[in-house]
């Protein structure tokens, strides 16, 4: 086992590749209470067909990955959450674009709680019936959605972004496509993705670091596992342009809700996702940000609320932006914060903005490190990118000026802009 010091952020990060693939991170947090474990599979909405190791292609029903989610808690001896709540903890899990995450929060029998969690996931029990069941449960989850302002408006802003890329699909799939889908399938993207070594499990709380990879050993040891190997994620090749420029849908709303985002050509954000990422949030933050001189007209005008955000998602063959919230008015917002993205892009950030900037995020990362649900939750996600979350601080002290306003000039392109709106009938 190896360990990683973090002198900066007083941390150690323990570290240990086991010998069926899987690999174990723990975090050890002395004086802390609580623990917080997540076990990860690289397997999300977007990867719908796949080559599995040694196989032939296969192609999935849409919203699978999510339905899988739902069915690794069924167990022939019952519900998984009340074992875990029988033991006191909190139990959960989620399914995005590019993982599944199963995780747990406790104060206390930690080591039952990882057994249970490590048990569960590697356990799975799919029936004819127990499948057929769930079916209609996630039909009535997607139907829900469906009625959901916020959920269209975030969704239709990428339906309106991606014409091929399977991320423009709903993480739950559709009704017709979550009927289609069988036990076999199941198995099928199992065997596939949750396998050990496609795995990561991460622990972070008050625990002895080497008692804990002690157990996790031992558990690994006592299981089979088939020889592990490399999945060939399968996708279309997605134009640089839009679907449409402009999605509007019609739902019973009190104020039109409204975000438009840019998207960047496959590849963009693959040369060093992380740099890119933070270097496209710290712009974005710079400009729109609650402290930003934009957002004060905006909120003066009363064009926004406190809910107006951003963010920026990357991915497997993707990555995109998202501006927006409530407004009174969605045209006058998507010109006003364009023309700004577009200002900056031509002219720039100043120094000071920038500066400042750097800093707010710098301080909001550091705080996040007293948490181990966030911890825990981006120490994966960036894991997944390439990249290393303890190191975050050196690469915002090492980002320039000119690298976020070159940023800002390659991201804000108006040829890949979209706009989603949810608005009443009588607006």
């Excluded at 423009?168 to 993207?189: F, N, P, W």
């Excluded at 064009?303 to 993707?318: A, M, Q, R, V």
Aim: hydrophobic share 35%; proline share 5%; charged share 25%.
């Amino acid at each position: 086992m190896s360990t990683t010091p973090y002198p900066k952020l007083q941390e150690t990060l323990w570290h240990e590749k086991l010998d069926n693939g899987l690999e174990v991170f723990i975090l050890p947090k002395p004086g802390f209470t609580k623990t917080y474990a997540t076990f990860t599979t690289r397997f999300g909405s977007v990867d719908n067909r796949f080559i599995p190791p040694g196989g032939q292609e296969i192609k999935v029903p849409d919203g699978i990955a999510h339905f899988l989610e739902h069915k690794m808690f069924e167990e022939p001896e019952g519900d998984i959450f009340t074992q875990f709540a029988s033991q006191g903890a909190s139990a959960n899990a989620y399914t995005s674009f590019d993982r599944t995450v199963y995780l747990f929060t406790a104060t206390h029998e930690v080591e039952a709680n990882l057994d249970t969690l490590l048990h569960f996931v590697q356990n799975p029990y799919f029936t004819d019936e127990n499948v057929e069941k769930e079916k209609g449960i996630i039909v009535q989850e997607i139907d829900m959605y469906r009625d959901n302002p916020d959920w269209r408006v975030y969704f239709g802003l990428i339906e309106a972004m991606y014409q091929k890329h399977p991320v423009h699909i709903d993480i739950a799939g559709t009704a017709g496509s979550v009927r289609s889908i069988t036990k076999e399938m199941l198995y099928d993207c199992y065997n596939t993705f949750y396998h050990p070594s496609n795995m990561t499990l991460f622990v972070v709380g008050g625990v002895d670091p080497q008692e804990t990879m002690d157990r996790i050993k031992q558990d690994q040891a006592s299981k089979t596992f088939s020889p592990g190997g490399t999945i060939e994620r399968l996708f279309e090749d997605e134009p640089v342009q839009v679907k449409e420029e402009k999605k509007v849908l019609e739902l019973p709303v009190s104020l039109p809700k409204c975000l438009f985002g840019f998207k960047e050509e496959a590849g963009d954000a693959e040369q060093d996702a992380v740099r890119l990422e933070l270097a496209t949030k710290l712009a974005l933050e710079a400009l729109l940000g609650a402290s930003s001189t934009l957002y004060q007209e905006l909120y003066d005008d009363n064009l926004i609320s406190d809910g107006f955000g951003h963010e920026y998602n990357t991915g497997p063959g993707y990555s995109f932006s998202i501006i927006g919230g409530e407004t009174r008015d969605p045209d006058e917002l998507v010109t006003r914060v364009s023309q700004a993205l577009y200002d900056a892009a031509a002219q720039g950030i100043s120094p000071d903005i920038f500066e400042r900037t750097r800093r707010k995020k710098i301080g909001a990362y550091l705080r996040m490190m007293n948490s181990p649900e966030s911890i825990a939750s981006e120490f994966t996600r960036y894991r997944h990118k390439g990249g290393d979350l303890f190191n975050l601080v050196e690469v915002y002290e090492s980002l320039t000026l000119q690298e976020i306003n070159a940023r800002i000039k390659e991201h804000a392109n108006p040829q890949r802009r979209a706009i989603s709106i949810v608005r009443s009938g009588t607006d």
